[in-house]
């Protein structure tokens, strides 16, 4: 080609790109919030508006135009085939289905209704009511439609085991330990609301009943089932000699972490399950500990003309580290005063308490981010790292330096044995504990992770780490045994091997490790052999069920930006394939300077529950169109 017809190319090239960066970040610039936070709407299935439903109908209580229009929203969501899906284009979940179905007929939808039948005929091909969750079967018995004991036994003897007893609830992930204390209170009280039976779903419920007992031969699963069964008995009897102390620790818990937080765990479920506590315990609706419950629960629902749903928590921390990490990249001033203004915003953020982790590591100080507006028990090790990294590029803010240095101190005390960082505990990783049968919500433990421990060391190069640092030699060789075969890394927080094989490769090149080295090359081959035809790259949260479809799926502006950073970091900048997907992300960017993924690229619980971040879709492509621009003109 001749030389001044591929430099007018490279200029006009280059036009469009330094184009589509300004006119994202004025996109970020636009939609920051006047304190100075960004926040972006978390969206998750339909068990949220479902659950909310059925709560309100527990406590006797809610505006019943908002009922119908989450009802309105269930609605919308139900699939071809009747049931309802996890994430958009995913198969039917049966305990998502049968909670909809339930939410449905307890705003006043006929049984007989062809869109009910459907779904009734879905839900009994899907193996009925016995086939769903706990969690599921909890909030039917507490509205009468199958007897407690058709739920697993969540003892609140549980409370009282010491912290150094092989099974306790700190062995457990924090999530889990939020949902577990106060269904230790609802199942020691077993409060039930009975509803017109108009409204119930009996002819879900199989006459085969709901036998849940794991037969076969003697496994966990079936010791912790023989385990529920003797719980039950002992029930019958009422010898109970210390159910009533156990009730009390967990109230008193319970009581403690709803302090200095957006509800309890400033996540959705243990929220409601705070809520049916407290009711459980005798506590009035004009209690205060009540009316915060319930105006955290408000928050977290966005009421439209003719529906309302519900998100599954905030994010303003973790998405403001993203969009301040970003903007930087971008190359705008880190003294301009918006960015300032979220570094400060930030900083107030900072953990001052000693929060749950201080079980395992009392000798710790308080420090790092959570993830919420305000949960001061349970910093985030993942927000944590994502500020650190923010506030590092920053210039002079007032109590920057104190603040990372405290969170630095924290993070590296929290690196697990295996030399990998988890979300928010450490060495919280017994397998056994998902046999419980309560634990059948696929979360029950918080082990180290490919993507967080990846990103941890990503943090420290932006130090006085390298890659011979001790802390550093550890983390590289977790990374190192969690590789696939194929070269990509799982992706606990991201969909999925896209997200997880792109924070490796930028953890592990941040950290000193060269290009040439086999993990690097085998990644990069990988990222590159999964590229779309059209430039992207994309991956559906199937690729949590069925290896084969990793990395299968349409492509997003969100994943088309995690492949790109990651080959970008692994010296491919100026390969075809990275301007193939630079060209994708150009091409699809809209009139208003972001971009429109409509598939979901967050994971809450793998196999459980997922998210669409809706601010992913714009921080992380502008993250990616300013790291090739500067690669590229620094001759990269």
């Not at 009540?290 to 629902?301: I, K, N, T």
């Not at 420090?367 to 500020?387: K, Q, R």
């Amino acid at each position: 080609m001749n030389a001044k017809i591929q430099q007018s190319l490279n200029n006009r090239t280059s036009s469009t790109l330094d184009s589509a960066v300004d006119k994202a970040i004025e996109y970020m610039l636009h939609v920051q919030h006047t304190d100075g936070y960004w926040i972006g709407e978390l969206e998750g299935d339909t068990i949220l508006e479902s659950e909310y439903i059925i709560l309100m109908r527990f406590l006797e209580r809610g505006d019943e135009n908002k009922l119908k229009k989450a009802a309105a929203y269930i609605r919308s969501k139900q699939m071809e085939c009747g049931g309802w899906s996890l994430f958009p284009g995913g198969p039917m979940d049966v305990s998502s289905s049968v909670k909809a179905y339930f939410a449905l007929k307890l705003t006043g939808a006929d049984g007989s209704e062809p869109y009910m039948v459907k779904a009734r005929e879905a839900i009994s091909n899907a193996g009925g009511v016995s086939a769903a969750n706990s969690y599921t079967k909890f909030y039917l018995a507490m509205l009468g439609q199958i007897p407690w004991n058709d739920a697993p036994a969540v003892p609140a003897e549980l409370m009282l085991l010491p912290n150094w007893f092989y099974f306790n609830i700190y062995e457990i992930s924090s999530w889990s330990r939020t949902f577990v204390v106060p269904l230790t209170i609802i199942w020691a009280r077993k409060l039930t609301t009975h509803i017109d039976h108009r409204r119930g779903i009996h002819e879900l419920i199989r006459k085969q009943g709901m036998d849940r007992q794991k037969k076969g031969l003697l496994t966990w699963k079936r010791f912790f089932y023989t385990v529920d069964s003797i719980i039950k008995s002992i029930e019958k009897i009422d010898y109970l000699p210390w159910r009533e102390k156990g009730v009390k620790r967990a109230e008193e818990w319970m009581l403690e972490h709803m302090d200095l937080s957006d509800g309890l765990g400033a996540i959705y479920p243990p929220v409601v399950y705070s809520l049916i506590a407290l009711r459980a315990l005798g506590y009035e609706d004009s209690h205060y500990q009540v009316q915060r419950a319930m105006h955290e629960l408000e928050r977290l629902q966005i009421e439209e003309e003719d529906t309302l749903r519900l998100q599954p928590c905030t994010s303003p921390v973790w998405d403001t580290a993203i969009a301040l990490n970003a903007l930087a990249e971008a190359g705008l001033d880190t003294d301009h005063y918006k960015m300032k203004q979220a570094a400060e915003w930030l900083i107030s953020k900072e953990v001052k308490i000693r929060g749950d982790w201080r079980i395992k590591r009392p000798h710790l100080h308080p420090g790092g981010w959570y993830f919420e507006f305000a949960n001061d028990f349970f910093p985030d090790i993942d927000d944590t790292a994502m500020v650190i990294m923010a506030l590092s590029k920053m210039g002079d803010i007032a109590g920057k330096e104190d603040a990372i240095r405290r969170a630095m101190d924290w993070l590296l005390g929290m690196q697990g044995s295996d030399g990998g960082w988890a979300s928010f505990d450490t060495d919280n990783n017994k397998k056994i504990f998902n046999s419980i049968p309560f634990a059948d919500h696929n979360a029950m433990l918080d082990p180290s992770t490919s993507d967080i421990t990846a990103r941890i060391i990503e943090m420290l190069s932006f130090f006085d780490f390298d890659k011979n640092s001790a802390e550093a030699v550890k983390a590289i060789e977790f990374l190192r045994s969690e590789q696939e075969e194929d070269g990509s890394w799982y992706g606990r927080w991201g969909v999925n091997y896209i997200y997880g094989t792109w924070q490796a490769i930028r953890g592990l090149t941040r950290i000193g490790i060269a290009h040439d080295d086999p993990m690097i090359v085998r990644a990069a081959d990988w990222l590159t052999s999964v590229q779309n035809e059209d430039g992207g790259w994309g991956e559906t949260c199937y690729s949590y069920y069925d290896p084969a479809s990793k990395s299968v799926g349409e492509s997003t502006a969100s994943q088309t930006a995690w492949a790109l950073m990651g080959l970008i970091c692994a010296g491919k900048a100026a390969e075809e394939c990275v301007k193939n997907g630079i060209d994708y992300l150009v091409r699809t960017q809209n009139d208003h300077g972001t971009w429109d993924d409509k598939f979901y690229t967050g994971a809450g619980f793998p196999r459980v529950f997922y998210l669409r971040y809706f601010l992913y879709q714009h921080s992380f492509p502008l993250m990616a169109l300013g790291m090739y621009k500067r690669t590229i003109n620094a001759g990269g």
